[in-house]
C-alpha cells in the first residue's frame, strides 16, 4: 500500500528503492507476472516470458526494452501493464469469483493464463497486432548474452 492506495510497487534489487507504482486495484496485489528478462532454468515455471519490447525503428539494446507485465488482486481482477506507460493497457474485472491464485505468461508472449481459489481458469489471448514491438527470441538472447 501507498498511503491509502493499493500498488503494485517495482522494487530495485540491489537498494530495495521503489521509485514505480502501479495504481489502481481495489484490493491487495496478490500476483505479479512480467514477460522480462531472467535467467532460465530447467525449473523455470514459465511465469516470466523473455519477450522484449521496443519502439518501432529504434535501437534494440537492453537500455531501450521495456516489458509487459500482469498484476491480479484480491479484487478478482488482472490489469495488463507496459511498464514505460502510466495507465493499465487492459483491466479485466471480475475474472473470478474467489481470489487470483497464479499467472503465466506463454512462452510467445502472447497468452496469459490465471487461476483462482474456486477452481476455476481463465485464458487471455493477444493478437500479435496488439503488441506490434514484441521482438524475437533471438533479440532477447542476444541482450541477455
Known amino acids: 500500500m501507498n498511503g491509502p492506495v493499493f500498488v503494485g510497487?517495482?522494487?530495485?534489487?540491489?537498494?530495495w528503492g521503489s521509485d514505480v507504482s502501479f495504481v489502481g486495484h481495489a484490493n491487495t496485489?496478490?500476483?505479479a507476472?512480467?514477460?522480462?528478462?531472467?535467467?532460465?532454468?530447467?525449473?523455470?515455471?514459465?511465469a516470466f516470458n523473455p519477450r522484449l519490447f521496443?519502439?518501432?525503428?529504434?535501437?534494440?539494446?537492453r537500455a531501450t526494452a521495456s516489458?509487459?507485465?500482469a498484476l491480479?488482486?484480491?479484487d478478482f481482477s488482472i490489469s495488463i501493464w507496459r511498464n514505460i506507460l502510466h495507465k493499465p493497457i487492459v483491466v479485466?474485472?471480475?475474472?473470478?469469483?474467489?481470489?487470483?491464485?497464479?499467472?503465466?505468461?506463454?512462452?510467445?508472449?502472447?497468452?496469459?493464463?490465471?487461476?483462482?481459489?474456486?477452481?476455476?481458469?481463465?485464458?487471455?489471448e493477444?493478437?500479435?497486432?496488439?503488441?506490434?514491438d514484441r521482438d524475437e527470441m533471438e533479440t532477447t538472447d542476444k541482450i541477455i548474452e
Open 9 to 15: 510497487a517495482v522494487i530495485e534489487r540491489e537498494f
Open 29 to 31: 496485489i496478490q500476483v
Open 33 to 46: 507476472v512480467s514477460e522480462s528478462v531472467h535467467v532460465r532454468s530447467s525449473t523455470d515455471s514459465k
Open 67 to 69: 516489458t509487459v507485465l
Open 126 to 132: 493477444f493478437d500479435p497486432e496488439e503488441f506490434p
Open 54 to 61: 521496443f519502439l518501432p525503428n529504434g535501437e534494440k539494446t
Open 92 to 124: 479485466l474485472k471480475e475474472v473470478f469469483g474467489r481470489n487470483l491464485m497464479d499467472l503465466c505468461w506463454s512462452q510467445d508472449g502472447l497468452h496469459l493464463y490465471g487461476c483462482s481459489e474456486d477452481g476455476t481458469i481463465c485464458a487471455v
Open 72 to 74: 491480479g488482486s484480491n
